[in-house]
């Protein structure tokens, strides 16, 4: 009923985005940032100047963070096995999502992002590339990894290379889920310790999400997760049986669902405050009906791309009060682009060893703060992508936070982070305004 409102706008959408990519032929291109004009120049920046910033790379390998991009530089890595929510489709056909994860990263984070969509299937061979391209970076993305594999990859590379490893499917989904609780629980008047929560879909997203949320203190006995067999309990055998491979499931399992309920997945709905959906597109992924036996002023995250389980309005005319999706075409987008950009900025600045928990959370506590100030509202929950400052304001925290839990090799204080951060991302989007303004970039039609 709700489709038919919204399928002209997605097929126009989605027939503009095809002939948009076809004309600039991709998103991204690699541009000087040093000045060059005669030979000398060159010279400089070339042979014979540039063996002296080799001589002292090699002298202290450390130091190719000051003399070169490298502080400045993250991977997206990628092998294409699950590409939004259009599955396994590939290295290739992965790459359009990868250069426009460059893109945010470089619009609003002031990050040099290289996106690397690698023909690997096992993850070992995943573990292996990253590995072999550290020299190279300061922080590695890792993108579009289907599961289980993408855990024991994300696991196993944070162990091995020296550099910040995170997993934006699993890390960036859960951090701007959290943020977007916490904004929508302030606008209905519920306490966090007070809610009953449904995770529909157990995938990446979602396991990360349980693991955050837990972190923060919910408790896992008020949390109720669900796949496409029901809900989550210590009797699912199945889960069990392959508790080796799918070890984080296992431990929902018997950590959550307080009450023990049992049954299909629509059964989680019954009562529930909230519902947190990272599964797969819609629509009618979620059903009306479903939604109708949640408790009063209900909070729904419809997440799948490129389409939500569920249409907004339709959840709204359910009963649900908020309704997040992951869409930047909809009130409320609750997407990691919200996080990774000013998260990594903030990263890179201070050199952290690695991502934590705290950092994340303290990225999430941020993203509330700044809608605080815009005015929150159910249709208000988060900033979106055009307020870049609060991308700033996302570096600086979780800047501070590697900083507080002794993880930063460039300790920084939170004011020059923020003023780091702001500097860089106003540079790159001048950068861009000025080549538009040049005609050397043509605007969208």
């Not at 292996?128 to 289907?146: K, Q, T, W, Y």
């Not at 304001?393 to 002794?406: D, H, K, L, N, S």
Request: a neutral charge; charged letters at 25%.
């Amino acid at each position: 009923m709700q489709e038919p409102k919204v399928s002209k706008p997605v097929d126009d959408l989605a027939r503009l985005a095809l002939a948009m990519h076809a004309r600039y032929r991709g998103k991204i291109q690699t541009q000087s940032k040093v000045p060059v004009g005669d030979l000398r120049d060159f010279a400089i920046w070339y042979t014979p100047g540039v063996a002296e910033p080799c001589r002292a790379i090699a002298a202290d390998p450390e130091s190719a963070f000051a003399y070169t991009n490298r502080g400045n530089a993250i991977a997206i890595v990628s092998d294409g096995s699950r590409v939004l929510g259009l599955g396994d489709i590939g290295p290739e056909a992965g790459l359009p999502v990868m250069e426009g994860k460059a893109l945010l990263f470089k619009l609003l984070g002031g990050v040099d992002a290289t996106p690397l969509c690698i023909r690997a299937r096992e993850a070992a061979d995943i573990v292996r590339a990253v590995e072999l391209i550290e020299p190279s970076f300061g922080g590695i993305n890792l993108e579009d990894i289907s599961q289980p594999k993408c855990f024991g990859v994300l696991d196993e590379a944070r162990r091995r290379v020296s550099i910040p490893v995170w997993h934006d499917d699993q890390q960036g989904s859960a951090t701007v889920a959290l943020a977007g609780l916490l904004a929508a629980l302030e606008v209905v008047g519920k306490p966090l310790d007070k809610i009953r929560l449904v995770l529909f879909g157990v995938g990446a997203a979602n396991v990360a999400t349980y693991r955050l949320l837990v972190a923060y203190g919910l408790d896992p006995k008020a949390i109720i997760a669900c796949d496409t067999k029901g809900l989550l309990h210590a009797a699912r055998s199945d889960i069990e049986r392959q508790n080796a491979q799918f070890v984080d499931k296992w431990r929902i399992c018997i950590d959550s669902n307080g009450d023990g309920r049992r049954g299909p997945a629509e059964t989680a709905f019954r009562d529930a405050d909230v519902c947190i959906a990272f599964s797969r597109p819609g629509p009618d992924v979620i059903r009306p009906e479903w939604i109708r036996t949640m408790a009063r002023d209900a909070i729904v995250f419809a997440c799948a791309n490129p389409t939500p389980e569920i249409w907004p309005d339709a959840a709204r005319g359910a009963g649900a009060r908020i309704v997040a999706t992951g869409r930047s075409d909809f009130p409320n987008q609750v997407n990691n682009s919200l996080v990774f950009p000013g998260l990594f900025r903030g990263v890179l600045d201070v050199r952290a060893r690695t991502i934590s928990d705290g950092m994340a959370i303290a990225a999430a506590e941020e993203l509330v703060a700044c809608a605080r100030q815009g005015g929150l509202s159910a249709d208000q929950l988060l900033p979106t992508m055009t307020d870049w400052t609060a991308a700033a304001r996302v570096a600086a925290a979780a800047g501070a936070a590697a900083v507080a839990e002794g993880l930063a090799r460039n300790p920084l204080k939170r004011d020059e982070l923020e003023r780091l951060a702001l500097g860089a991302i106003k540079q790159s989007r001048a950068s861009l305004e000025r080549l538009i303004e040049a005609g050397l970039i043509a605007r969208l039609p």
